[in-house]
């Protein structure tokens, strides 16, 4: 991480006037959910075209929630880490009006983070294929269900939790929101994405075409690098904390 980007971002920050977050898997890495697409990640050991996608759903819910599974106590244990709560932070300070997520782990949320836009839905609930009855995920979860294809207590039809899969259309009314607020805002900071899923990963396009600033928060390159005005390599849970910081004294400076 260098001092001077973090200064450059601080700056950056100061200078908007509508800023918006764009965040994916590795924000919430340092929260103890690991990204899919790192080496030893969900994808590298389940094949997304058959356990991400609502085909492979549809043919076999079983298959599909017994590798669910093994994200769920990861979920539900998962605490905010410093670059969310840096994020709700600069939205105190009314420097984040939105934060726009790939995430379904409901951490932002958790952060208190107001006006969070989750693209792929949340974990947190349910829906029956069948009846579409909606169930929270806590009241699956007492129902004696873990890890078992959940049943609807209404018709007995199978539960598919509310995240978005390949194949499915994301939700029309956050999905169009989102796109207002990326193509409003004048500062993106792109949080721990990688890039690769649209069309989450066109929002920056959007930003863009506003003439807006965009800084890259990742531990590594991605293959939309040439898009950004500044990347600043480290994790998330360290650089974000030092931004809000930065941004702080800067205005500190400004008052005296
Ligand atoms: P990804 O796995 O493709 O990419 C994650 C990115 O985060 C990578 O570029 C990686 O280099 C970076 N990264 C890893 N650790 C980091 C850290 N500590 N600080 C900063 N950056 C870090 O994930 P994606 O592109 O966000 O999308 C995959 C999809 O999978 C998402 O759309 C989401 O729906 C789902 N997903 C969600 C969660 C979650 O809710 N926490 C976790 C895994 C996957």
């Not at 994916?24 to 075209?49: H, K």
């Not at 949340?122 to 029956?128: A, E, K, L, Q």
Request: charged share 20%; net charge negative.
């Amino acid at each position: 991480m260098s001092e001077a980007d973090i200064q450059k971002v601080a700056k950056m920050i100061r200078l908007a006037r509508k800023v918006v977050a764009l965040t994916g898997a590795g924000i919430s890495v340092e929260s103890g959910i690991p990204d899919f697409r790192s080496p030893g990640g969900l994808w590298t050991r389940y094949d997304p075209t058959i356990y991400g996608t609502f085909e492979g759903f549809v043919n076999d819910p079983s298959r599909f929630w017994s590798m669910a599974i093994e994200l769920h106590p990861l979920l539900e244990n998962a605490q905010p880490n410093p670059a969310h709560l840096a994020l709700s932070e600069l939205e105190r300070m009314g420097k984040c009006d939105a934060v726009i997520t790939q995430n379904i782990d409901d951490l932002h949320q958790a952060a208190g983070s107001s006006e969070v836009l989750e693209l792929h839905g949340t974990y947190r609930s349910g829906t029956c294929v069948n009846c579409s009855t909606r169930h929270e995920y806590d009241e699956m979860r007492q129902s004696g269900w873990y890890g078992e294809v959940p049943s609807c207590k209404n018709c007995g039809g199978t539960i598919k939790p509310d995240v978005v899969l390949f194949g499915e259309p994301l939700n029309a009314s956050v999905l169009n929101r989102a796109i207002a607020h990326a193509s409003t805002c004048d500062l993106m900071l792109v949080i721990g994405c990688g890039l690769e899923v649209f069309p989450a990963a066109s929002l920056p396009t959007y930003a863009r075409r506003n003439n807006a600033m965009i800084v890259f928060f990742n531990i590594t390159s991605t293959s939309f690098d040439e898009i950004a005005d500044v990347i600043v390599l480290g994790k998330a849970g360290e650089v974000m904390p030092e931004v809000v910081e930065a941004y702080r004294s800067l205005c500190k400076v400004a008052e005296n």
